[in-house]
């Protein structure tokens, strides 16, 4: 009886650090539903406003946004950490529940990376499928600050959604050669027409159909360096949710003209996004089951 419950235990201990509450998703819990107005340019995000972006860093300084997707998955750029690969494990932090870089408050939490996953396609020069994913060393809690975004279950599901407004948010520069912001920064962007965004005067056909223009045609709104990874938030009328549409990619420079931000489209990625954290999660739980077993041979031996 005594070995049953300790079996029981451990099982426990072992899987409770691998579910994830992907059933709520996408509220935020300390700002109501955007409005009807627009906002042209960027402004300080309301305390609570994007409670699923990250603050992604190295050796403590900010590096790249990021999105997290559950209470172990954050969503991030490749080129955020193709070239830093041998220092990601040790120099790599993930800080959530931020709003002033350089004054984390009560709300924040700090995890480090336990593994990254890199889209296998990425594409240095194009910069198709700039995806990656991070497994966290540990779980985050979910508080008011702190909360998991939706991802779209594929491209049909992004045009039910009908968005009705969609923002981005980052520590990026104002401008392109500028310095980070300490306050995270919002701005309204609409989604530009792929066709549109391939025009001869605009991106002349490198947006590829992994990639989604979005910003305003005048370039008012736009991010910039350091927004990179970081989320493109559509928020669905009918669900009264935010979905992730997109991961800030690259653009030419910020705030042009016909030059709107390039994003990741996260629906084209809905099977690679499922199936890399499925991977993972049944590859712990296969050690998981390993090592309850060879407690249990241990345990049963000392009998
Ligand atoms: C960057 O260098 C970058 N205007 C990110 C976004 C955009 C341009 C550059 C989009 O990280």
């Given at each position: 009886m005594e070995l049953k419950a300790l079996v029981l235990l451990l099982s426990a201990l072992c899987l409770?650090?691998?579910?994830?509450?992907?059933?709520?998703?996408?509220?935020?819990?300390l700002v109501a539903a955007p409005g009807a107005f627009r906002i042209v340019g960027g402004r300080e995000a309301p305390e609570?406003?994007?409670?699923w972006q990250v603050s992604i860093q190295i050796q403590s300084r900010h590096h790249c946004g990021g999105t997290i997707l559950s209470n172990l998955w954050v969503l991030t750029a490749t080129h955020c950490c193709h070239k830093y690969l041998r220092i990601i494990k040790s120099h790599f932090r993930v800080v959530a529940g931020l709003n002033v870089l350089s004054g984390p408050g009560d709300q924040t939490q700090i995890r480090s990376v336990r593994e990254v996953k890199m889209h296998?396609?990425?594409?240095?020069?194009?910069?198709?499928?700039d995806v990656t994913l991070l497994l966290l060393s540990s779980p985050l809690n979910f508080t008011d600050h702190v909360q998991p975004v939706c991802t779209p279950h594929n491209l049909a599901h992004e045009f039910i959604l009908n968005f009705s407004h969609c923002f981005i948010s980052g520590?990026?520069?104002?401008?392109?050669g500028g310095r980070l912001m300490n306050r995270l920064q919002e701005a309204e962007v609409e989604l530009i027409d792929r066709t549109k965004c391939n025009l001869i005067t605009w991106?002349?056909?490198?947006?590829?159909?992994?990639m989604i223009c979005a910003g305003l045609e005048s370039g008012a709104a736009d991010s910039c360096q350091g927004?990179?990874?970081g989320p493109l938030q559509c928020y669905s009328e009918d669900e009264d949710r935010f979905y992730v549409?997109?991961?800030?990619s690259f653009g030419?420079?910020?705030?042009?003209?016909?030059k709107p931000g390039v994003y990741a489209r996260t629906s084209r990625f809905a099977g690679w996004l499922k199936a890399s954290q499925g991977a993972s999660v049944s590859a712990a739980r296969r050690l998981n089951t390993r090592l309850i077993s060879a407690l249990l041979s241990a345990a049963l031996t000392l009998l």
């Amino acid at each position: 009886m005594e070995l049953k419950a300790l079996v029981l235990l451990l099982s426990a201990l072992c899987l409770s650090d691998l579910t994830s509450t992907q059933d709520s998703c996408g509220k935020r819990l300390l700002v109501a539903a955007p409005g009807a107005f627009r906002i042209v340019g960027g402004r300080e995000a309301p305390e609570g406003a994007w409670p699923w972006q990250v603050s992604i860093q190295i050796q403590s300084r900010h590096h790249c946004g990021g999105t997290i997707l559950s209470n172990l998955w954050v969503l991030t750029a490749t080129h955020c950490c193709h070239k830093y690969l041998r220092i990601i494990k040790s120099h790599f932090r993930v800080v959530a529940g931020l709003n002033v870089l350089s004054g984390p408050g009560d709300q924040t939490q700090i995890r480090s990376v336990r593994e990254v996953k890199m889209h296998k396609d990425y594409n240095g020069i194009t910069s198709d499928n700039d995806v990656t994913l991070l497994l966290l060393s540990s779980p985050l809690n979910f508080t008011d600050h702190v909360q998991p975004v939706c991802t779209p279950h594929n491209l049909a599901h992004e045009f039910i959604l009908n968005f009705s407004h969609c923002f981005i948010s980052g520590w990026g520069s104002p401008s392109y050669g500028g310095r980070l912001m300490n306050r995270l920064q919002e701005a309204e962007v609409e989604l530009i027409d792929r066709t549109k965004c391939n025009l001869i005067t605009w991106y002349n056909g490198i947006i590829t159909e992994n990639m989604i223009c979005a910003g305003l045609e005048s370039g008012a709104a736009d991010s910039c360096q350091g927004d990179s990874g970081g989320p493109l938030q559509c928020y669905s009328e009918d669900e009264d949710r935010f979905y992730v549409v997109g991961v800030t990619s690259f653009g030419h420079e910020c705030g042009l003209p016909h030059k709107p931000g390039v994003y990741a489209r996260t629906s084209r990625f809905a099977g690679w996004l499922k199936a890399s954290q499925g991977a993972s999660v049944s590859a712990a739980r296969r050690l998981n089951t390993r090592l309850i077993s060879a407690l249990l041979s241990a345990a049963l031996t000392l009998l």
